[in-house]
């Protein structure tokens, strides 16, 4: 099963299933997927919510930050993420594009990219620390 079949199976019962997220191509060290914007994304004032977009680039980072876990990690939480917005959507696709920075032992650092699949244009760069878990001894 490739990583991003893993990626949809494990999202089914949280946020991201709830979201529609979908899981295009998960090679080392990179996430990708995308939505279909919906009325459920959308804040009241008629664009895409700030919560979405940063629930969509979080969730690449972290999709391909377990994929990319060191020998002997067992998982991973969030000690930082940033988004800045520039863009929006009120209909159509919106993808996300996230990259490895660093890959550290004891942390790593991923950059998104989410952008409006109809005019190709960024609507947020999302960067994020993780900080990898081990079994307590």
């Known amino acids: 099963m490739s990583d991003a079949a893993r990626f949809a199976d494990r999202q ?10 979908e ?12 939505f279909e ?3 459920h994304h959308l804040a009241a004032n008629g664009y895409l919510h700030a919560a979405t977009v940063v629930a969509l680039a979080d969730t690449a980072c972290g999709f391909g ?19 800045n ?15 490895l920075l660093h ?3 004891t942390t790593q650092v991923w950059d998104a990219t989410v952008r409006n699949e109809a ?3 960024s609507i947020a760069l999302f960067r994020c620390t993780q900080i990898i878990l081990y079994p307590i001894p």
Do not use: H, M, N
Request: hydrophobic share 40%; aromatic share 6%; proline share 8%.
């Open 103 to 105: 890959g550290g032992r």
């Open 12 to 21: 089914a019962v949280g946020l991201p299933g709830l979201l529609g997220f």
């Open 119 to 121: 005019t190709g244009k």
């Open 23 to 34: 899981w295009t191509d998960a090679p080392p060290g990179l996430a990708r997927g995308r």
């Open 37 to 39: 914007l919906q009325a």
């Open 65 to 83: 930050c377990l994929a990319a876990l060191p020998p002997g990690a067992t998982s991973f939480t969030t000690a930082e993420l940033k988004a």
């Open 85 to 99: 917005f520039i863009g929006t959507a009120r209909q159509g696709g919106v993808s996300c594009e996230a990259r």
